[in-house]
């Protein structure tokens, strides 16, 4: 069993930005593929962005790029999704999910991939 504790959400005004954490309580975190996705009220979940494994491989969605950048630090058991010049339509709850998989640049965009999530964390921007 994996968990995973979002940190990081808040309240900023339009251009600001977010470094959201997610700590990981993998036995061995580099094991594990990672995704972020978030969902909006009255919206269905969607996926942000995803790093494999050995973090070589990422992807994003197509609002994600050039504003959001996904890392991890293996030895930290921790991913991070820093959010820059966020929108007032990047209001969302953040997730965290994650999975195993033997494959070391393996990375999924689609939440049925993932076995494990976050409780989530609230990212609100004013306009």
């Known amino acids: 069993q994996v968990q995973l504790v979002e940190s990081g959400g808040g309240l900023v005004p339009a251009g600001g930005s977010l470094r959201l954490s997610c700590a990981a309580s993998a036995h061995i975190f580099g094991n594990y593929f990672m995704g972020w996705f978030r969902q909006a009220p009255g919206k269905e979940r969607e996926f942000v962005a995803a790093?494999?494994?050995?973090?070589?491989?990422?992807d994003y969605a197509d609002f994600a790029k050039g504003r959001f950048t996904i890392s991890r630090d293996n030895a930290k058991a921790t991913v991070f999704l820093q959010t820059n010049s966020l929108k007032p339509e990047d209001t969302a709850v953040y997730y965290c999910?994650?999975?195993?998989?033997?494959?070391?640049?393996?990375?999924?965009?689609?939440?049925?991939?993932?076995?494990?999530w976050g409780q989530g964390t609230q990212v609100t921007v004013s306009s």
């Open positions: 999910a994650a999975n195993f998989d033997i494959r070391s640049d393996f990375v999924s965009i689609h939440s049925g991939e993932y076995r494990y």
């Open positions: 790093i494999s494994r050995s973090g070589r491989n990422t």
